[in-house]
């Protein structure tokens, strides 16, 4: 592998801290002066705490939420919509020399549900510009996927306090 090629890395697993591990990265990213953009599957904008502090960056850093609240209470077609949408965006992001790295966050959970299909995902990876660095993240990552990727992380879960019924905290889980 060249020395400035981009990768593939995939945050996969039952465990907390995928996108936290994503967000880590783009903040290195931040830091060397270079761009970050985010696509946000199944998210509705400016829930995650992060993307306010990400606001603070201008231009060096864009979000492009998809999704509302409830997902799986919406409409399959509504899910499908904004799975489109945001593969869409996604796609634009890989063609544009302006973000070396590019974040697609929580879009394995649109593979499990076949909102999209893993081989349109790998094809489109295949041929993306070589300095592209691209973080996938979410539970169950299809193994094709982990096939192709340069970088894989599993987050295992040992313990989490929502079993204890503490619920998702601003500032920790969003
Ligand atoms: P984070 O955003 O905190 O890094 P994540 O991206 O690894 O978590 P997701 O699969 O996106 O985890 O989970 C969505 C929500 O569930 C987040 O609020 C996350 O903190 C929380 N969570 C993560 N792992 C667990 C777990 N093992 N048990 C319960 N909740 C979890
Ligand atoms: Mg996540």
């Known amino acids: 592998m060249k020395k400035n090629q981009g990768l593939v890395q995939v945050y996969t697993g039952n465990g907390k801290g995928k996108t936290t591990a994503a967000f880590g990265a783009a903040l290195r990213m931040i830091g060397c002066g270079q761009r970050v953009g985010i696509v946000q599957f199944f998210k509705a904008p400016a829930r995650e ?66 909102f999209l299909e893993t081989s349109e995902i790998v094809n489109v990876l295949k041929k993306r510009r070589a300095a592209k660095h691209v973080i996938l993240t979410g539970r169950g990552a299809p193994a094709a996927l982990l096939k192709v990727a340069d970088l894989v992380t599993e987050m295992k879960c040992v313990r989490h306090p929502f079993r204890e019924g503490v619920p998702a905290r601003r500032g920790i889980e969003f």
């Open 49 to 114: 705490s992060a993307c306010r502090a990400f606001r603070k960056f201008g231009n060096k850093v864009r979000v492009w939420s998809f999704g509302g609240g409830f997902t799986w209470q919406a409409a399959r077609e509504t899910n499908a919509k904004a799975v489109a949408a945001a593969w869409a965006q996604c796609k634009k992001l890989l063609r544009d020399p302006r973000y070396p790295l590019v974040i697609f966050d929580e879009i394995h959970i649109a593979l499990k549900y076949k």
